[in-house]
């Protein structure tokens, strides 16, 4: 945590709304966010998976790349040297799922990239923001104008009723389809729309100018399928959807190949792809792609009731044995009423249904690895 | 005849004679959230005072619940196993952690009543 001091905290535009609705405020990120509201993180998590939440995600960084030629693939060519992401061929109206990486093939922050038609739209993570826009500046100066959106929100409505709730303010919202993303109108304010989120639901994240965040969220929240959810259920609703935590899950050690991550990266900046490596890091990163990775992120299921969370020593054997790796993220899931986790073993025992151990207050409790996500998704493709 | 008493870690103690039964506050539960697993002390495992005797669990954390007073422990209550979320609805009834044997009752001189505790969480 960078900051403890109540008064050197920041606040998101919707602070004082939190605090009217009762949210427990904590320190994260430098920001005074609610990690939950009176009805607690269980309950806010399932209502999330049965009708929708509204969560406050404005602390994450929000930026534009401006093509200073004008045309949006001389920016995505000019991300390309960042990320091993294909930027040049996501359509404009769609985002990505995207990793800046560093030179020794680590991952510096995961982000989402959406292409507006005539610049990009990135929404990176709170704890990185400052250090990603610098890394933008000093390297991607030459051929865009980075612009940090100081003054918007962010709000991620989520759940199976997220699409009726949005489409009374939104009249575009269910055409939508996953990963679509572009500016529209929400109750007549201009805001930047995406169909996606970080719950494994489908949902929408709304960008906002900060003066009308309040008024936006109030509306959404006037609908009675709408509860605020805290950054608690946030974090299990994410655990049970498989997705990486950046600081825990992935950080400046772990690949994309190690993380798992091969989905996002495309053929075209694979080794043999028409614009192949060229990010920091490619020579390892292919490596791993070619040669495989020594460790693996696997999901986790413990045969017990006990949570096995993040930093439990994982080892192959009840009893003695070397340490095999580490639990990076984990907790007890509401909608699986069970613990799950996900942490890095060795690739030799990442299959699906190897027995493991984590060792938990002394004892070694059994664990198998498990097919993530963990609670099926249920994105609107 | 029992006496209750507390903790500041917010733990409640029923005594019985020479047996306490203890638990944690509805102040405690509250404060934790929805409780999901509750890890209970070894029957006939001797607890010195302060020590970890439990841990409660809550979808976002682990809380220790250390031993109020030293004392063998003579029972834990099953009930939570099967029913974690005992300890949100009854915290200070059914949803008793363990009965332990008071070692030493002078032990219970710095603990408080009912007033003090609701004082000390006011």
Known sequence: ?381 | MTTTLYTSDHEWLSIDGDVATVGITDYAQQQLGDVVFVELPKVGRALKKAEAAAVVESVKAASDVYAPISGEVLETNEALAAEPALVNSDAQGKAWFFKIKIADKSELGGLMDEAAYKAHTA
């Open chain 1, 1 to 381: 945590m960078l900051a403890h001091d109540q008064d050197s905290l920041k606040r998101t535009p919707l602070y004082d709304l939190h605090v009217s609705l009762g949210g427990k405020m904590v320190p994260f990120a430098g920001y005074d966010m609610p990690v939950q509201y009176p009805a607690g993180v269980l309950k806010e998590h399932l209502h999330t998976r049965t009708k929708a939440g509204l969560f406050d995600v404005s602390h994450m960084g929000q930026l534009a790349l401006r093509p200073k030629s004008g045309k949006v693939e001389d920016a995505a060519r000019a991300l390309e040297r960042l990320v091993p992401q294909d930027i040049v061929a996501i359509a404009a109206g769609r985002q990505r799922y995207a990793q800046f990486t560093n030179e020794d093939g680590g991952i510096l922050d995961d982000l989402m990239v959406a292409n507006f038609g005539d610049h990009l739209f990135l929404v990176v993570n709170a704890a990185c923001k400052a250090a990603d826009e610098a890394h933008l500046r000093a390297n991607l100066s030459d051929a865009c104008i980075i612009d940090a959106l100081a003054d918007r929100a962010l709000i991620a409505l989520q759940g199976p009723k997220a699409e009726a709730a949005l489409a009374k303010f939104c009249a575009e919202a269910p055409a939508m389809t996953f990963m679509d993303a572009g500016p529209h109108e929400v109750a007549s304010i201009k805001c930047f729309v995406s169909r996606s989120g970080y719950t494994g639901e489908d949902g929408f994240e709304i960008s906002v100018p900060s003066g009308d965040a309040e008024r936006l969220a109030k509306l959404l929240l006037e609908n009675p399928d709408v509860l605020p959810i805290g950054l608690g259920a946030r974090d299990s609703l994410r655990l049970e959807a498989g997705l990486c935590l950046y600081g825990h899950d992935i950080d400046t050690t772990t690949t994309p190949v190690e993380a798992a991550l091969e989905w996002s990266v495309q053929k075209s900046r694979r080794t043999g792809g028409a614009r192949a490596g060229g990010f920091p890091g490619a020579a390892k990163i292919l490596a791993h792609f070619d040669g495989g990775a020594s460790r693996r992120r696997v999901g986790l299921r413990a045969e017990g009731r006990a949570p096995v969370r993040e930093g439990a020593v994982l080892f192959a054997d009840a009893a003695g044995g070397e340490a095999i790796g580490k639990v990076t993220s984990g907790g007890f899931g509401p909608s699986l009423s069970a613990p799950v986790a996900m942490g890095y073993v060795p690739v030799s025992l990442a299959a699906l249904g190897t027995k493991l151990f984590a060792e938990v207050r002394g004892q070694r409790l059994p664990l198998a690895v498990a097919a993530m996500p963990f609670v099926k998704n249920t994105y609107k493709r």
